[in-house]
């Protein structure tokens, strides 16, 4: 409860929140979206990350290494992982490292007089919400110590609600707007996804919408008017919506990572994201681009 396993740590500004402001992503994420751009990120237990031009045998005890390559069957096998834990070395990193809670603290009091513009701290993923407790203990020293906080969540724990009162900015990635697709394609349950956001319109003070348009997925005009009959139903008092372009920035790490990366657009991305943002403006929703 009282560690986080992170997989990346940066400065980020305005894009994950107000301001300027320090970005964990946890690890682990219990979706398997394909176009995910860390996919590092995404399993509880870690990924072995390698460059195959850094490979050196030398570095596993247990012959997994060989050929140039690293046999991930054998590595599964493995709890020592003496390839990032002794023999540390270029051509393998472990996705993760673990801190405390206290520790993180520290970091970010050290860093308060960068957060300017209303910077802090977000929380994002993987998906934040896959390591509840210490996530709502980490968030209760942050809020202790008056740090602006954000959370970047798919929206699919049944428990986010219980961490509002922690939480100055929510932002929900909603994959789709129909149950049926979001659970084959990604694996998401929406009926509590669309419960939290639905949920989170009403209660939360601060709420973001972000929708990322995957072609062949959930990019159509058609689309975007399912998207719209939804979300209009909603109070929208403090609610934005933004749409983001789907891009392939992860492909690389899926080959570090031993994935396949099955996404194959072609021709280049094509909706444009203005006249969504004006079907939703006309309906008196709130746009805005980070
Ligand atoms: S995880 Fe274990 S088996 Fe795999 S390369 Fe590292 S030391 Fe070798």
Same mark, same amino acid.
């Given at each position: 409860? =009282?560690?986080?396993?992170?997989?990346?740590?940066?400065?980020?500004?305005? $894009?994950?929140? +107000?301001? %300027?402001?320090?970005?964990?992503?946890? $690890?682990?994420?219990?979706?398997?979206?394909?176009?995910?751009?860390?996919?590092?990120?995404?399993?509880?237990?870690?990924?072995?990350?390698?460059?195959?031009?850094?490979?050196?045998?030398?570095?596993?005890?247990?012959?997994?290494?060989?050929?140039?390559?690293?046999?991930?069957?054998?590595?599964?096998?493995?709890?020592?992982?003496?390839?990032?834990?002794?023999?540390?070395? $270029?051509?393998?990193?472990?996705?993760?490292?673990?801190?405390?809670?206290? $520790?993180?603290?520290?970091?970010?009091?050290?860093?308060?007089?960068?957060?300017? %513009?209303?910077?802090?701290?977000?929380?994002?993923?993987?998906?934040?919400?896959?390591?509840?407790? &210490?996530?709502?203990?980490?968030?209760?020293?942050?809020?202790?110590?008056?740090?602006?906080?954000?959370?970047?969540?798919?929206?699919?724990?049944?428990?986010?609600?219980?961490?509002?009162?922690?939480?100055?900015?929510?932002?929900?990635?909603?994959?789709?707007? =129909?149950?049926?697709?979001?659970?084959?394609?990604?694996?998401?349950?929406?009926?509590?996804?669309?419960?939290?956001?639905?949920?989170?319109?009403?209660?939360?003070?601060?709420?973001?919408?972000?929708?990322?348009?995957? +072609?062949?997925?959930?990019?159509?005009?058609? =689309?975007?008017?399912?998207?719209?009959?939804?979300?209009?139903?909603? +109070?929208?008092?403090?609610?934005?919506?933004?749409?983001?372009?789907?891009?392939?920035?992860?492909?690389?790490?899926?080959?570090?990572?031993?994935?396949?990366?099955?996404?194959?657009?072609?021709?280049?991305?094509?909706?444009?994201?203005?006249?969504?943002?004006?079907?939703?403006?006309? &309906?008196?929703?709130?746009?805005?681009?980070?």
């Amino acid at each position: 409860m =009282d560690k986080l396993k992170i997989f990346q740590k940066g400065w980020n500004f305005s $894009q994950d929140g +107000p301001g %300027n402001r320090l970005v964990y992503h946890l $690890q682990g994420c219990n979706l398997h979206c394909p176009w995910c751009t860390n996919p590092e990120g995404m399993l509880p237990e870690g990924t072995l990350l390698v460059r195959k031009d850094k490979l050196l045998p030398s570095v596993c005890p247990h012959g997994a290494i060989y050929n140039g390559k690293i046999d991930r069957r054998i590595c599964a096998q493995c709890s020592s992982r003496e390839c990032v834990t002794v023999n540390l070395n $270029q051509g393998i990193r472990l996705s993760y490292s673990m801190y405390s809670c206290v $520790q993180l603290l520290h970091e970010v009091i050290s860093s308060k007089h960068l957060f300017h %513009n209303g910077g802090g701290v977000t929380l994002s993923g993987g998906e934040p919400s896959l390591q509840y407790d &210490a996530v709502r203990h980490f968030l209760g020293l942050l809020k202790a110590n008056e740090i602006n906080t954000v959370v970047e969540t798919n929206g699919s724990h049944s428990k986010l609600s219980a961490l509002f009162p922690l939480i100055d900015m929510l932002i929900i990635d909603l994959k789709h707007y =129909d149950v049926g697709k979001g659970l084959s394609v990604v694996g998401v349950n929406n009926n509590v996804v669309l419960g939290n956001i639905s949920r989170a319109a009403e209660e939360h003070g601060n709420l973001l919408i972000r929708i990322t348009l995957i +072609p062949g997925f959930n990019s159509t005009g058609d =689309d975007i008017v399912h998207f719209l009959s939804l979300l209009k139903l909603l +109070p929208r008092e403090h609610l934005a919506i933004e749409f983001l372009h789907y891009h392939e920035y992860g492909r690389v790490k899926w080959e570090e990572c031993g994935m396949e990366y099955k996404m194959n657009i072609t021709g280049g991305v094509k909706e444009d994201i203005t006249e969504y943002e004006s079907l939703f403006r006309q &309906a008196g929703m709130n746009v805005i681009r980070t």
